[in-house]
């Protein structure tokens, strides 16, 4: 659907724009790479992303979303990060210490830092997170890694200590998690906070201003610990529609966005783009699906969910819709990871398949009208998707034209970003859904398919339940031994294809675009964000000056 921040790259999110790349990639190419220049850094002008989703919430543990995320992790730092080598390195903590047994981390925290309000940051913060992150009264879908502490104390103000009573092989990338402020927070429901619109966090930019549905502005922070960015601020710009979004990046009205496979391949290959831009391509660490409401009698059938796998051409999707910019995908992994299984069960497409599995679950047509029936029901469906992403409509309109061929109808109606999440998904308000996942760098994928992660704002809003696929999910967390965890996600994946709760349809390329201005961008494994605070616009060539 949906999600991520950046370890916070722990965080799943629900996407409607890829972003990152994660681990077990080749570094990313460049069509104009990053340009060399003599010219040295430079404090200086403002950089202008284009999104087609506003944020939902800026207090990190309440959102689900990757605008929301992405904002967020400028703002917030973890206690730990990923480095563009996809190693785990200090953010808020500057060095750990794990007992012999793995089962008890001492953070040794930054001294000096101090949230944007000047406050101090210390131990307690990072305490309290914890406690309000597991509160039952707390609605965020992220409290399964921290329920797994059993013990979480301050040593002093800048040490943290945390002992988990069994093996927990995310453990310390799950302290990725933002840090939130306990003297802003603390004994007040968090739910109706005011840093859900205006945070006040520690990281490298500070909130500005919000504009529902146009605009979020932040401002360099110049007591950042790891040293003031060199961009003055950040702008996120609200354009729903990805053809309007194109015209302001041609217009040089915004800097940054992530193209289409059409704008890509075809519309920015020219003499314009060529010298006023940087392309960037890579396989991004994210998937996108066909997902079934669970709840609904028309998807509780396997060899249903099945059928529809087999009816739908996801190479004709790849090629028709992404252009060739693109695999099909066969799981919740990205192939070539360590815990991607290249062998389970393939669905190639099969439509007379597709038709006796449908025909075995009782389906047929028997008023020769063309759609299958079944106790006088026609076989019909709404499937959903959000607005602004001609990649996902495109996709649902092949999904339409294969189903309606094996006789399935479906109906497709485009909705907003912010309704679509809070009044369809969250309220599985919904029969069918297409959707992207952009998936964390650890494989653990307890929050999105764990039976117990079906409530309200939690992330398996599919309500798919399966007992061996929960014990496994459990097994592949409770081990420090890859190869052990190797065999969880390899059966899961097993699992996961025979039930097919979603029909993964296929794993996109990142395709980002940045101003040609902007220097200092290093394509790395983990993508081209990761160092973002090192971006500059050389003195001469800056356009945009912040005013008050």
């Given at each position: 659907m949906?999600?991520v921040?950046f370890?916070?790259?722990?965080r799943?999110a629900l996407?409607?724009?890829?972003?990152?790349?994660f681990?077990?990639c080749?570094s990313?190419?460049?069509?104009?790479?990053?340009?060399?220049?003599?010219?040295p850094?430079a404090?200086g002008?403002?950089i202008v992303?284009?999104?087609?989703g506003d944020?939902?919430n800026?207090?990190?543990?309440l959102?689900?979303?990757?605008?929301?995320?992405?904002i967020s992790?400028?703002?917030?730092?973890?206690?730990?990060?990923?480095?563009?080598?996809i190693?785990?390195?200090?953010d808020?903590?500057e060095?750990?210490?794990?007992s012999e047994?793995g089962?008890?981390?001492?953070f040794h925290l930054?001294k000096?830092?101090?949230w944007?309000?000047?406050?101090p940051?210390t131990?307690?913060?990072?305490l309290?997170?914890?406690?309000v992150?597991?509160?039952?009264?707390?609605p965020t879908?992220y409290?399964g890694d921290?329920m797994?502490?059993?013990?979480?104390?301050?040593?002093?103000?800048?040490?943290f200590?945390?002992?988990?009573?069994?093996?927990?092989?995310?453990?310390?990338s799950?302290?990725?998690a933002?840090?939130?402020p306990k003297h802003?927070?603390?004994?007040k429901d968090?739910?109706?906070?005011a840093?859900?619109?205006r945070?006040i966090g520690?990281g490298?930019?500070?909130?500005?201003?919000w504009i529902?549905?146009?605009?979020i502005?932040l401002?360099?922070?110049p007591d950042y610990?790891?040293g003031?960015p060199?961009?003055n601020a950040y702008?996120?710009?609200?354009?729903?529609d990805?053809?309007t979004?194109?015209l302001?990046?041609?217009?040089?009205?915004i800097?940054r966005?992530?193209?289409?496979?059409l704008?890509?391949t075809?519309q920015t290959?020219n003499?314009f783009f060529?010298?006023?831009f940087q392309?960037?391509?890579y396989t991004?660490?994210?998937?996108?699906?066909?997902?079934y409401?669970l709840q609904?009698?028309l998807?509780?059938?396997?060899?249903?969910?099945?059928?529809i796998?087999?009816?739908i051409n996801?190479?004709?999707?790849?090629r028709?819709v992404?252009?060739?910019l693109?695999t099909?995908?066969?799981g919740?992994f990205?192939?070539g990871t360590?815990?991607?299984n290249?062998?389970v069960?393939?669905?190639?497409?099969?439509?007379?398949k597709a038709r006796?599995l449908?025909?075995?679950a009782?389906w047929?047509d028997t008023d020769g009208?063309g759609?299958?029936?079944?106790n006088?029901?026609?076989?019909a469906?709404?499937?959903?998707?959000?607005?602004?992403n001609?990649?996902r409509?495109?996709t649902?309109?092949i999904?339409?034209k294969?189903?309606a061929?094996?006789?399935?109808s479906v109906?497709i109606?485009?909705?907003?970003?912010?309704?679509f999440?809070?009044e369809?998904?969250?309220?599985r308000?919904f029969?069918?859904?297409?959707l992207?996942w952009?998936v964390?760098?650890?494989?653990?994928l307890?929050d999105?398919?764990?039976?117990?992660?079906?409530?309200?704002?939690?992330l398996?809003?599919i309500?798919?339940k399966?007992e061996?696929?929960d014990?496994?999910l459990?097994?592949g967390r409770?081990?420090?031994?890859i190869?052990?965890?190797?065999?969880a996600?390899?059966?899961?994946q097993e699992?996961?294809a025979?039930d097919?709760p979603?029909?993964?349809l296929?794993v996109p390329e990142?395709l980002p675009?940045?101003h040609?201005?902007?220097?200092?961008?290093?394509p790395?494994?983990?993508g081209i964000?990761?160092?973002?605070?090192?971006?500059?616009?050389?003195?001469e060539e800056?356009?945009?000056?912040?005013?008050?």
């Amino acid at each position: 659907m949906h999600i991520v921040r950046f370890l916070s790259g722990r965080r799943l999110a629900l996407a409607f724009i890829v972003v990152f790349a994660f681990f077990g990639c080749s570094s990313p190419d460049t069509e104009t790479g990053s340009r060399a220049s003599e010219r040295p850094p430079a404090y200086g002008d403002i950089i202008v992303e284009g999104a087609i989703g506003d944020a939902s919430n800026l207090i990190p543990i309440l959102a689900s979303d990757s605008a929301s995320h992405n904002i967020s992790g400028l703002i917030y730092n973890g206690l730990v990060k990923y480095d563009k080598d996809i190693r785990i390195v200090g953010d808020l903590a500057e060095s750990w210490d794990i007992s012999e047994n793995g089962l008890v981390i001492t953070f040794h925290l930054r001294k000096g830092v101090k949230w944007h309000d000047g406050h101090p940051f210390t131990a307690e913060d990072v305490l309290y997170t914890y406690r309000v992150t597991i509160d039952p009264k707390t609605p965020t879908a992220y409290a399964g890694d921290f329920m797994k502490v059993k013990k979480a104390e301050v040593i002093d103000p800048y040490t943290f200590r945390v002992t988990y009573d069994q093996p927990f092989a995310p453990a310390l990338s799950s302290w990725g998690a933002s840090i939130l402020p306990k003297h802003l927070l603390e004994g007040k429901d968090i739910t109706k906070s005011a840093l859900a619109r205006r945070p006040i966090g520690t990281g490298p930019y500070r909130f500005k201003e919000w504009i529902t549905g146009q605009k979020i502005v932040l401002t360099a922070n110049p007591d950042y610990f790891e040293g003031r960015p060199y961009i003055n601020a950040y702008v996120l710009r609200i354009i729903p529609d990805m053809a309007t979004m194109f015209l302001e990046l041609r217009a040089q009205g915004i800097d940054r966005m992530d193209l289409t496979p059409l704008q890509y391949t075809r519309q920015t290959e020219n003499r314009f783009f060529s010298r006023n831009f940087q392309k960037f391509r890579y396989t991004s660490f994210s998937y996108t699906y066909l997902g079934y409401n669970l709840q609904d009698q028309l998807f509780s059938d396997r060899r249903v969910r099945q059928a529809i796998t087999y009816a739908i051409n996801r190479e004709e999707i790849i090629r028709g819709v992404l252009l060739g910019l693109g695999t099909v995908a066969t799981g919740p992994f990205k192939p070539g990871t360590w815990a991607h299984n290249p062998a389970v069960k393939a669905y190639p497409y099969d439509p007379q398949k597709a038709r006796e599995l449908l025909a075995a679950a009782g389906w047929r047509d028997t008023d020769g009208d063309g759609i299958l029936d079944r106790n006088g029901k026609p076989f019909a469906f709404e499937l959903i998707t959000n607005q602004g992403n001609e990649v996902r409509r495109k996709t649902a309109e092949i999904i339409q034209k294969r189903l309606a061929e094996v006789g399935i109808s479906v109906k497709i109606r485009i909705i907003e970003w912010a309704a679509f999440v809070k009044e369809f998904i969250n309220k599985r308000r919904f029969e069918a859904t297409v959707l992207g996942w952009t998936v964390p760098m650890d494989p653990d994928l307890y929050d999105v398919w764990h039976s117990s992660k079906t409530g309200p704002e939690e992330l398996n809003f599919i309500s798919y339940k399966n007992e061996e696929l929960d014990a496994l999910l459990e097994k592949g967390r409770s081990t420090f031994d890859i190869e052990e965890r190797k065999k969880a996600y390899y059966r899961i994946q097993e699992i996961l294809a025979e039930d097919q709760p979603y029909t993964f349809l296929y794993v996109p390329e990142a395709l980002p675009i940045v101003h040609a201005r902007f220097r200092g961008i290093q394509p790395a494994p983990v993508g081209i964000g990761y160092d973002f605070i090192r971006w500059y616009v050389p003195k001469e060539e800056q356009r945009f000056t912040l005013t008050p």
